[in-house]
């Protein structure tokens, strides 16, 4: 399709992301995207900003919102894309370039504020992708020496000072694990894969007297901080394992909001009839779901969310516990080191030499893939273990007092969605529901 020509009253969607924190927020990055549709003259409706929270755009993780956008483009309802900066919307360069040729493709033109360039003319189609290569680059650099951040140490393996971090020790100069606080890392990630909230493992430990480096109290702040961090990984906790858990964080981080707090399963709840989403809609003081396409699909409130508290309480996963890594053979550990070392030292030289990106790259993809091959076989020379079910069954019958934010996590650990048949259609309202759960999830009722 040829490109429909942009000009006053053309309609603009705007696409804004935050994954770290110290980013422009997604109302500043509105707030200048919406200036630059002004300059232009471009309409922008409230449906057409799109937007993602804490997604990375180089994590491989879907997101919603620009997968919205996406289909926006295809159904041809937007004659232009605007981001905040071209990193915003892929640090990929092959992602970026396949939308900006699907916005071609539509007609659309795609727009970057940071950059002060769109896709309308070639010029603007060779910067778009040139400056998602950099972003790429980039990335993948700071990766790298996130990767490291702390547990980097000198040419001769010394520890570069600071507070020593939550499960580590310093002997001689350098970090070495510190077993009992390494268990407690180990203990919080397994909890974490079952199910259990962060403040609620934070209570639990502060109960047994459990005291942060700093000698305070745990919170879920904190104790989020220790298991997010990247130090430990390889020493205390697995790749995969550090993987695992930070998929778990991000989705819980997700489940915490304020929607939580009236209505537990707004997002879950499905009709049975259409298949459409339930809302939160109360009547003469009575919270209920309801369809707004069939009249008769309506459910009390607190007799679906108690069912599903209920059934996800004697609900647990077969899924494998964490590795122990104190297990792992001395020599992959140093192996491990020496490898993430070299990556060090040349993203140092490459950058003092000031090599062009696509030399950066090809001498950093072999050092990479050489970590990555240690990394796979520290995973394979190791037993992980099936979690303690029966621990954590009593501890799912009785629960600690939770509230509604660690409610809705747990829920978003195990249901995939819940069905709601019409009124009539069962003998009470707990059979008219159907829970899916989620793949892994193994009932004991």
């Not at 599903?308 to 996963?317: E, K, Q």
């Amino acid at each position: 399709m040829s490109q429909r020509k942009t000009g006053p009253g053309s309609r603009a969607a705007i696409y804004t992301r935050v994954s770290t924190r110290g980013q422009e927020t997604i109302p500043e990055q509105e707030e200048r995207c919406r200036a630059y549709a002004t300059m232009k003259g471009w309409d922008v409706t409230d449906s057409n900003v799109y937007s993602d929270h804490g997604i990375s755009a180089w994590s491989g993780k879907e997101r919603p919102g620009w997968t919205a956008l996406e289909r926006a483009v295809t159904r041809g309802e937007v004659d232009a894309v605007i981001v905040f900066a071209v990193s915003r919307a892929a640090r990929n360069v092959g992602k970026l370039h396949a939308f900006v040729e699907l916005c071609k493709d539509n007609g659309a033109v795609f727009a970057s504020v940071s950059e002060g360039s769109d896709t309308s003319t070639a010029t603007g189609r060779m910067m778009a992708t040139i400056i998602g290569s950099l972003a790429e680059l980039e990335s993948e650099l700071k990766s790298e020496f996130v990767k490291l951040g702390l547990k980097r140490v000198s040419d001769e393996g010394k520890w570069s000072g600071g507070r020593v971090p939550f499960g580590f020790r310093q002997e001689d100069g350098q970090l070495v694990p510190d077993e009992t606080e390494a268990v407690l890392i180990r203990e919080a990630a397994n909890r974490v894969l079952a199910g259990e909230g962060l403040k609620t493992i934070a209570r639990d430990w502060t109960r047994r007297g459990l005291k942060t480096k700093r000698g305070s109290d745990w919170s879920g702040t904190s104790l989020r901080d220790v298991l997010a961090a990247d130090w430990h990984e390889g020493k205390i906790l697995t790749h995969a394992d550090r993987e695992r858990v930070l998929a778990v964080l991000e989705t819980n981080r997700d489940a915490a909001t304020p929607r939580g707090d009236k209505y537990l399963l707004t997002g879950f709840l499905q009709c049975g009839v259409c298949g459409k989403p339930m809302v939160g809609q109360p009547r003469q003081g009575t919270r209920r779901y309801r369809c707004k396409h069939a009249h008769r699909t309506v459910i009390p409130a607190d007799v679906v969310e108690q069912l599903v508290l209920r059934r996800c309480a004697v609900a647990t996963r077969e899924i494998e516990g964490i590795a122990d890594t104190s297990k792992i053979e001395a020599e992959l550990l140093k192996r491990l080191s020496e490898a993430e070392q070299a990556i060090q030292v040349w993203a140092r030289d490459a950058a003092e030499a000031g090599l062009p990106p696509s030399a950066i790259r090809s001498g950093h993809e072999p050092l990479a893939a050489r970590r990555d091959a240690i990394h796979q076989q520290m995973e394979d020379s190791i037993e992980r273990p099936l979690m303690d079910f029966a621990k954590l069954r009593e501890l799912a019958l009785n629960p600690p007092k939770s509230n509604p934010v660690e409610d809705r996590a747990w829920v978003e650990g195990l249901v995939e969605s819940v069905k709601v048949a019409p009124q009539g259609s069962a003998s009470d309202d707990e059979n008219r529901v159907e829970i899916v759960w989620r793949e892994g999830v193994e009932l004991h009722l």
